[in-house]
């Protein structure tokens, strides 16, 4: 099977999880600015959740570059991502609502991690329908970013109980490391075009 539909269905899903989060950004009773300031966190956390949709939405791009065909395996797996970013605005509007408590911060390290190991599952997906010489095998490399952020996540995680404010932090050192883009997947299909 082609990609084509496997890149359709996850951009919409996408764009479904960027609506719902922004539907929780709501308009203050107020007039001045003051007004403002409860809906900070909710502000907060919407922009680090939409830059986390951002960043998966830039690298799943570049990484469905290297697919060929589309296994079951590697739907499922995508699926899988899918689920994971899906829970994203739940976990968003729980830390937002909540200024940031312990709890939904921690939650929301979780929905993190279980989506970047999902990520890294899809990357294996692609690799075994696409065998050990593939495109995406040999633009991976080392991975340090791939392999850093799950650990950032895990240590956020039991952090958010201590300081909630350290694991936020956390998650955005990550999303930070995400950011400097990252064109190994570029380079080794224009390898292996050229």
């Not at 809906?39 to 939405?57: D, K, N």
């Not at 829970?87 to 709890?103: S, V």
């Not at 921690?106 to 993190?112: D, I, S, T």
Request: proline share 5%.
């Amino acid at each position: 099977m082609g990609k084509t539909r496997l890149e359709a269905f996850s951009d919409g899903v996408l764009a479904i999880i960027i609506t719902i989060m922004v539907l929780e950004l709501h308009v203050p009773h107020g007039t001045d600015f003051a007004a403002l300031s409860p809906l900070l966190p909710v502000f907060l956390s919407y922009v680090m959740s939409f830059v986390y949709v951002g960043i998966y939405w830039n690298n799943h791009h570049h990484l469905l570059h290297t697919v060929e065909r589309a296994t079951g395996g590697l739907l499922w797996a995508n699926l899988h991502l899918l689920v994971w970013l899906s829970l994203l605005p739940f976990a968003t509007a729980w830390m937002g609502e909540n200024a940031f408590a312990a709890r939904p911060t921690a939650l929301y390290g979780v929905v993190l991690l279980m989506a970047a190991l999902a990520y890294y599952v899809l990357q294996l997906a692609i690799i075994r329908s696409h065998g050990p010489d593939s495109v995406l095998k040999r633009a991976l490399g080392g991975d340090w970013k791939g392999k850093a952020s799950p650990v950032l996540y895990l240590a956020a995680i039991p952090s958010a109980f201590l300081t909630p404010w350290l694991a936020n932090g956390l998650y955005v050192l990550v999303a930070l490391i995400w950011l400097v883009p990252d064109r190994r997947i570029e380079y080794a299909l224009r390898a292996h075009r050229g």
